[in-house]
Nanobody
């Protein structure tokens, strides 16, 4: 059983910063790409950022230059540092990881989500 657990959400004023973490635990062979998505009320889930095992990163245009994704492979953890936050960044943020599980191949796994609220 693979589990992803996010932490670090909360309430912040516009212009402020927050950091999110996501730890992968359980039985697995390896973690490939890891990423963050978000879903605002009444909107579909959208991709925010992604990081490959080797460290290469990609960002959605709406967060590029403000958010930074990183990972610690030894700790099976991915991070999202969010700076210059805007009210439109308010959403539930979800961690995602492509994980190789023995006898099952590579499967996409999701965390339970953590709320980020940016007040104006």
């Amino acid at each position: 059983q693979v589990q992803l657990v996010e932490s670090g959400g909360g309430l912040v004023q516009a212009g402020g910063s927050l950091g999110l973490s996501c730890v992968v635990s359980g039985s697995f062979l390896s973690i490939n790409d890891m990423g963050w998505y978000r879903q605002a009320p009444g909107k579909p889930r959208e991709w925010v950022a992604r990081i490959a095992r080797g460290g290469s990163t990609n960002y959605a245009g709406s967060v590029k230059g403000r958010f930074a994704i990183s990972r610690n492979n030894a700790k099976n953890t991915v991070y999202l540092q969010m700076n210059s936050l805007r009210p439109e960044d308010t959403a539930v943020y979800y961690c995602n990881a492509d994980i190789s599980v023995q006898a099952m191949g590579v499967m996409s796994h999701w965390g339970q989500g953590t709320q980020v609220t940016v007040s104006s």
